[in-house]
């Protein structure tokens, strides 16, 4: 089933045929590292998305055609209220190995497509569930954002410079380092298990689990003494001299994260430092003080002249790239870490594997874009797929 859309896909997933339940941020995400890998990912949208993109020249039809992480799917418009619509997705769910979705709990199981009725008709099936909170808990039917769950977890408390409010790291740690890559971990051990024991199972991913997983090595810091709840006092958290972004002469701004005793002294050889004060490196309370010093140091010369400057060495700084400017770089672009697809720059598929290549096969699919082919996978016949396309049980 569904070995045409395999075709032309690479990557160590290929054959694997993963069900998508259209959400939001980190579950799209998830499935968009699935598909990367070579899964053939199914994204169920719902029927009304259908209909208000259908103009290619609306506004979300631009939007959905920029919408990276739907890149590398398939897509069927389905009415997840209707009797027929849900007979569908089970028709779906008996032929994938895994489904995922990001509804609040018990959602799923209400619309009739929850992980007990998935597992009865396909039991070896991973049903993956991507939440904020969990699916237990007391605040489990909260809603919430990814600012909410790395603050809960205790990491956000931990960002940001001395003296001023914490600042939230974009989405990157709760919706997308704890919440989508743990989903994508876990559904990967269970379809592992799956393999070997024949037997499926839930997948509870929460993002402020996988947030708090993500800062073990700081709470272990924590544990010996090494960090202290003082933000931006710490090796990590702008407290170092030797850990911190400064400012260029022309405005601009180097990374400089040169930790090591041999790679400091290198940062100091060839920024051509001779302040008897920076050889005490770990005495936490010159920090302040040194931090002052290279201030100074660094707006005396452009970004691109401390990039000639330090480059090719151990010293550990290198300059601060927009987004804008990061595919334009000679090691990324060497290295293709950003590809342009149909007009769109995004990074590209990773990792890297020695025996198959991750490719980005199609762009952003369109809800929907894919019904009549997915359905004729399934064995619908034409009257059969007209008659629920009459009925808008799929679009």
Known sequence: ??????????GP???????????IGPGPFASMILADLGA?????????????????NSTSANFAKTDILNRN?????????????????????????????GFRPNVTEKLGIGPES???????????????????GPMSQCAGHDINYIALSGVLSAIGRKGEPPVPPLNLVGDFGGGGMFLVVGMLAALLEAQRTGVGQIVDAA????????????YGFYATGLWTENKGENLLDTGAHFYEVYETKDNKFMSVGCIEPQFYAEFLKLAQIEDPDFK?????????????????VFKEKTRQEWTEIFAGSDACTVPVLTMQEAHLNEHNSMRATFVEKD????????????????????????????????LGELGYKENKIKDLMESGAVK
């Open 280 to 296: 005490s490196q770990w005495d936490r309370t010159k920090w302040p003080e040194l931090k002052e010093k290279l201030k100074i």
């Open 73 to 101: 799917k398939y897509s069927i418009g389905v009415d997840l209220k209707s009797e027929e619509g849900v007979t569908v997705v089970m028709d779906l769910v008996k032929n994938s190995d895994a489904l995922l979705e």
């Open 343 to 374: 007009g769109v720059l995004q990074p590209s598929p990773a990792p890297r594997f020695s025996n198959s290549e991750l490719k980005i096969t199609s762009s952003p699919v369109m809800p929907g874009a894919n019904t009549t082919e997915i």
């Open 118 to 136: 998935c597992l009865k008709v396909n039991p070896k099936l991973v049903y993956g569930r991507m939440t904020g909170w969990g699916q237990v």
């Open 40 to 56: 053939t990912v199914i994204r169920v949208d719902k029927a009304s998305s259908v209909s208000q993109r259908s103009l290619d």
């Open 1 to 10: 089933m569904f070995e045409k859309m395999s075709k032309g896909k690479s």
């Open 13 to 23: 997933l290929v054959g694997y045929k993963i069900l998508e339940i259209a959400g």
């Open 207 to 218: 993002m402020v689990d996988g947030s708090a997983v993500l800062s073990a090595m700081i």
